[in-house]
């Protein structure tokens, strides 16, 4: 090797290192420049285009949830019972199911009408077919947003490297993953996997797995329901998703979100925790308030619960402090709705006789609820 050969090489390395560079970099003028299309979302406010994570424990009904979704968007039309989707093609990959059960399954979410054409399920294919079905699929509708649904991650996920670090196995599979939905405009490639056993106070630490997985992922969905319980919550969060709850519920596998729309179904979870903080007398003494718009008073509260008057009037003070029931004057309670403001007669009132409280135009706000039991 001559000197002129090596100055040969380095001149060469120099001019590829200043080729990337060129093609690479851009200014923050060129991008400020720029007009990029809005995020695509496939369900609004939920599943946004990307790849992502749907996670949830075993169980919990996921694979239902996945299937509504994929259903609705292959129809057009509605997802999660309220929320409107646009039609587009939709791969599913359910490699925990078979053919008989996707039937009974899909028969039963579009209640016997006639299952979408747009809709084509994989039911068997080993990690490395899955890839190759998933790049034919986007091959073929790289230009409609399509959806690809893998049912389950696990599924998919080729072994570990010997001696390759759990984290970065995890994020280089992730990883690939998603580099073949970002060459799709306007895709969206979801994820179904499973949570991990232990509980976390952070959602995202809920994933299974270590931290590459949902590190390298653009949005993640957490499900949390318990076992047997018709309500859920779903978790949102993603690099361009505006992190929120919303309330769901679910009743023979429909999943359908708990309110008018994803405002109202975020106000549910507010009010689900509200109610989840109440003992079940505290609940009681709340729901019987609720009921009576022209108020309430502790003697009122003592027999129907059949407690001692003192007991009651902490109740009531309690749920007022709390801010879920109003205090309307000299002792009565009402709804946090209700608008009139009452006073009462000197007799104890019960369900029966709220004809004894009458409106009145009086502002004393003056406690006379008993003293005791503070």
Known sequence: MTDDDDTWRQM????????????RSVTAAWLDSQVFPPLEWIVEGVLPEGMGLLV????????????????????GGCALAKIPVKKRPVLYLALEDGHRR???????????QPLPDGLEVVTRA??????????????????????????TLGKVKPPKASHEDSYAADYRIGGALKQRIDDVPGGCLLLVHHTRKAESADFIDAVSGTQGI??????????????????????????????????????????????????????TVGKRKDTDSLGDRS???????????????QADLAGHLGIDNDTAGRYLRRLHDAGRIDKRTRGIYAPV??????SVSDEPTGQSDQGELTQTDTTDTTDTDGQGGQ
């Open 12 to 23: 060469e390395a120099a001019r590829e290192v200043a080729a990337l560079y060129d093609e």
């Open 56 to 75: 949830a424990p075993p169980k919990a009904g996921k694979s239902w949830m996945v299937a509504g979704v994929a259903l609705g968007c292959a129809a």
């Open 102 to 112: 996707l039937q009974h399954r899909f028969r039963t979410l579009m209640e016997d």
């Open 126 to 151: 080993s990690s490395n077919e899955a890839l190759v079905i998933i790049d034919e699929f986007l091959r073929r509708h790289r230009d409609h947003a399509p959806l690809v649904i893998v049912d």
């Open 214 to 267: 949902a590190g390298s992922a653009d949005f993640v969905l957490v499900l949390s329901r318990k076992r047997h319980a018709q309500n859920a919550v779903l978790a949102v969060t993603g690099r361009d998703v505006h992190e929120n709850e919303y309330a769901f519920t679910t009743e023979g596998g429909r999943w359908s979100i708990d309110g008018m729309d994803l405002m109202d179904a975020a106000a």
């Open 283 to 297: 609940l009681d003494a709340l729901t019987f308030v609720s009921g009576r718009p022209l108020g309430t008073r």
């Open 337 to 342: 709705s209700a608008v009139s403001v009452v």
